[in-house]
C-alpha cells in the first residue's frame, strides 16, 4: 500500500522557519514528479512547489525565494523548507507523488502549519 506521511508543521512566528517532510513508502519516488500544495481554510488547494524526477523545481510566485523543495531518492523523502513564514502561508500542507505516464498519483494526509503571532 502506497503512503506519503508528511510531518514537521506547527505554529511559529512570522519571520520563523520550518522544514516539512514527506516520507514515501511502496513506490520508487525516484520515477515520481513530487510536489506540495496547502489548503487554507475556505480555500482552494493550491500548489505551492514541484520537483520533477530529474530534479527541476518551481514554485508559486508567493513563496518564490523563501521556500525550498528538494528531494533524496535514497530515502525516498521529499522536503519543503519554508523559510521568512507569512501569516498567509497558514494552511495543510499536503505531500503529491505523480506519474502521469503510469497514470499514477497518491497524496498524503496532510500536515498543518499555522504562522501567528
Known amino acids: 500500500q502506497v503512503q506519503l506521511v508528511e510531518s514537521g508543521g506547527g505554529l511559529v512566528q512570522p519571520g520563523e522557519s520550518l522544514r516539512l517532510s514527506c516520507a514515501v513508502s511502496s513506490i520508487i519516488t525516484s520515477i515520481y514528479d513530487m510536489g506540495w500544495y496547502r489548503q487554507a481554510p475556505g480555500k482552494q488547494r493550491e500548489l505551492v512547489a514541484t520537483?520533477?524526477?530529474?530534479?527541476?523545481?518551481d514554485y508559486r510566485d508567493s513563496v518564490k525565494g523563501r521556500f525550498t523543495i528538494s528531494r533524496d531518492n535514497a530515502k525516498n523523502t521529499v522536503y519543503l523548507q519554508m523559510n521568512s513564514l507569512k501569516p498567509e502561508d497558514t494552511a495543510v500542507y499536503y505531500c503529491?507523488?505523480?506519474?502521469?505516464?503510469?497514470?499514477?498519483?497518491?497524496w498524503g494526509q496532510g500536515t498543518q502549519v499555522t504562522v501567528s503571532s
Open positions: 520537483i520533477t524526477s530529474t530534479s527541476n523545481t
Open positions: 503529491n507523488a505523480r506519474n502521469a505516464r503510469l497514470g499514477r498519483e497518491y
